[in-house]
């Protein structure tokens, strides 16, 4: 069963929806029982850092336990920025400081938030984007965007290169909404629901 | 590179998708659920269900069409027609949308914006213009309806756009009620003043008629997007290719998707 963490920082429907086209059993959860029985865990999150002040205590605790038992974890979008140091959106914040590195304001150069469709440089060796073509166009939401780092597995750029996917072991993440993705999405998925 | 995007929209009345001219003279076009599954594998980079009776008649969205269609749907769904509270919205996004329209309660209560964003993020929130030309050359601007583009409201569609900015928007839906089914081209002059006075992406919409049309949008509109509805459920532009032509125009597309 996979535990999708449920914070109170947007909507958990479509990511549910995703793991049920799959036919995998996915349950919304904010229960730390919940995620201690989950094979997988996924943190999503859309909205502003400091959203993830909702994920402290208890819920936290649930988290980095499933972590602790090399549960594979999935971050999406804030979900993935709430897994590094920190983000000049909430600088009085912490993450997670599984991926070393501060999400900052894309370059005053380009529109923000960076809204569409862009594309993905695959890295080959990365297990969650296993069979994705280069330059898949996946679909992004964001106003900050995390700095291109060892764990560093998809990049994408505007206004300069960002992490779009990173891998560490049985740590992943990625910026944009692999749900709302079409095709090349629900194959990212599918490859996480196979770990 | 971030692509302009192609979006699908679904004009629904009683349940089903029509198509009018100029917001009146309906006609049936078929069913929301199978048309945004068609739309969708055609390449449309997303799919917009607006409840066009909704406001009017003062009946909730038709949450089972939004239920039906976003179960086979993998790509962004927005909903509109009706969304005149918090709890509106609420209901609309557990039924599988990922962003909701805000068009008349908005314009009577612009604090209802922030309210949903604070609760989903700017990014699910799109507000609804639909604007029409007002006077001739110097003296042109453009002017706001409300209610299915049924009564005239005082403001003008660039300060609105850029007040719903401000108050947590997160992309402005510009619909020329003028351009609306005439498959004449957008109105380009408004998207431009639009896209000028915000920094959010803007989605032009009303006009659609062929590929150049597109091109002109994005070229001289500077949209970040741009919606059709006729031309696509009634065959007369397939996606794809119209996706292929805006591609060899230099236009960045998402395709092959």
Redesign the interface.
């Known amino acids: 069963m996979i535990a999708i963490v449920d914070y109170q920082a947007g909507n958990l429907t479509s990511v549910k929806k995703a793991f049920d086209h799959l036919g995998v059993e996915a349950v919304i959860t904010s229960a730390p029982v919940t995620i201690a029985r989950a094979s997988k865990v996924v943190l999503p999150g859309v909205g502003n850092f400091e959203a993830t002040t909702a994920l402290s205590g208890a819920l936290q605790e649930a988290v980095v336990n499933a972590i602790d038992r090399k549960v594979p974890l999935l971050g999406i979008c804030l979900g993935m920025q709430w897994m590094f140091d920190s983000s000049r959106e909430a600088p009085q914040l912490r993450g997670l400081g599984l991926f070393s590195g501060e999400c900052e304001k894309f370059h005053a150069s380009v529109k923000s938030p960076h809204v569409g469709w862009n594309q993905l440089q695959v890295d080959a060796s990365s297990r969650l984007l296993r069979g994705l073509p280069q330059d898949s166009f996946v679909y992004f939401t964001h106003s900050y965007r995390a700095p291109v780092v060892e764990a560093t597995v998809g990049r994408c750029e505007y206004g300069g290169l960002f992490s779009a996917v990173v891998e560490r072991g049985e740590l992943f993440g990625v910026q944009f909404h692999p749900e709302k993705s079409g095709s090349a999405g629900l194959h990212l998925l599918r490859n996480f629901c196979e770990l | ?5 192609i979006i699908a929209c679904l004009d629904v009345d009683a349940g089903r998708v029509v198509k009018g001219v100029q917001f009146s003279d309906l006609r049936d076009a078929g069913d929301p659920a199978e048309l945004a599954l068609t739309h ?1 594998r055609a390449g449309a ?1 997303e799919v917009v269900l607006l409840d066009i009776s909704a406001t009017y008649e003062n009946r909730s969205t038709l949450l089972d069409v939004v239920r039906r269609t ?3 749907l ?3 769904f927005t909903v509109g027609g009706g969304i005149r509270s918090l709890d509106d919205a609420a209901a609309v ?6 962003k909701v329209a805000v068009n008349s309660a908005a314009l009577a209560d612009p604090a209802l914006i922030g309210r949903i964003a604070h609760r ?5 929130v799109i507000v609804a213009i639909d604007a029409l030309r007002i006077g001739n050359g110097n003296g042109r601007s453009f002017g706001v309806k409300a209610t299915g583009g049924r009564h005239i409201t005082g403001r003008d569609a660039v300060a609105w756009a850029a007040e719903a900015e401000q108050c947590g928007a ?2 402005i839906l510009l619909t020329s009620i003028d351009r609306d089914g005439m498959r004449d081209g957008f109105d380009c002059e408004l998207t431009r003043a639009v896209v000028s006075a915000v ?3 803007v989605i032009a919409s009303g006009g659609a008629g062929a590929a150049g049309h597109f091109i002109e949008v994005f070229r001289e509109g500077h949209a ?2 741009a919606l059709a509805a006729s031309i696509f459920h009634l065959g007369i532009t397939p996606i794809g290719e119209l996706k292929q032509e805006l591609q060899v125009a230099g236009i960045p597309m ?1 395709w092959p ?1």
């Open positions: 590179m971030l692509t302009k995007r969708g980079d976003a179960r086979q993998f790509i962004p996004f557990d039924a599988g949308a990922d989903y993020g700017s990014q699910a997160g992309e920094n959010i992406p970040d997007a998402r998707c």
